[in-house]
Antibody, heavy 121, light 107 residues
Framework: QVQLVESGGGLVEPGGSLRLSCAAS????????MSWIRQTPGKGLEWISY????????YYIDSVKGRFTISRDNAKNSLFLQMDSLRAADTGIYYC??????????????WGRGALVTVSS | DIQMTQSPSTLSASVGDRVTITCRAS??????LAWYQQKPGKAPKLLIY???ILEDGVPSRFSGSGSGTEFTLTISSLQPDDFATYYC?????????FGLGTKVEIK
């Protein structure tokens, strides 16, 4: 049973930073692209970033480019999202998700339970 | 960016009803479309990928169709477990985007 467990969420002031982690288990983590997806009151579900299996290919949506950094440690089966210069609009639930392979490419076939990030003074 | 417009935003239906949800894309593409189900307090769950392929373990009452700019998710006979919010998501070009969702409520 694939498991993805996020941690690191919390309350932070505008301009502050948070680092999310996602611990993966029960699958060969290093074989899969991974993504972060958030769910916010303003925009609903929003895919924000992915990282390739090797870590060499990375994509960010424009609204987080330059502020968020995705990374992974395949030896530790872990995915990370460093979030800097946080804004109120970044408030939401952040999900770690596995990107499918083959015909499932670019769909998200497994999701974590999510980590709540609240940006407020 | 490709915008995904779902309709209706809310749907009231009874157990046993046939339900159809539509997702329209602002640009045409082939079948790079997925559907998800989300229940309150839970993460979304993949139902369908490549517009019409049922994910493992998803009941056969769910089906997907379409290509181009119009896609549909159909539930052939609504069951109590199906009351939830449904989202479409394209992956034709970056960024991959989701629709705003269709909430299926009990009539």
């Amino acid at each position: 049973q694939v498991q993805l467990v996020e941690s690191g969420g919390g309350l932070v002031e505008p301009g502050g930073s948070l680092r999310l982690s996602c611990a993966a288990s029960e699958f060969t983590f290093g074989d899969y692209y991974m993504s972060w997806i958030r769910q916010t009151p303003g925009k609903g579900l929003e895919w924000i970033s992915y990282i390739s299996s090797s870590g060499f290919s990375i994509y960010y949506i424009d609204s987080v480019k330059g502020r968020f950094t995705i990374s992974r440690d395949n030896a530790k089966n872990s995915l990370f999202l460093q979030m800097d210069s946080l804004r109120a609009a970044d408030t939401g639930i952040y999900y770690c998700a596995r990107v499918g392979v083959g015909d499932r490419w670019a769909s998200f076939d497994h999701w974590g339970r999510g980590a709540l990030v609240t940006v407020s003074s | 960016d490709i915008q995904m417009t779902q309709s209706p935003s809310t749907l009231s239906a009874s157990v046993g009803d046939r339900v159809t949800i539509t997702c329209r894309a602002s640009q045409s593409f082939s079948t790079w479309l997925a559907w998800y189900q989300q229940k309150p307090g839970k993460a979304p769950k993949l139902l369908i990928y490549q517009a019409s392929i049922l994910e493992d373990g998803v009941p056969s009452r769910f089906s997907g169709s379409g290509s181009g700019t119009e896609f549909t998710l159909t539930i052939s006979s609504l069951q109590p477990d199906d009351f939830a919010t449904y989202y479409c998501q394209h992956s034709h070009t970056y960024p991959w985007t989701f629709g705003l969702g269709t909430k299926v409520e009990i009539k």
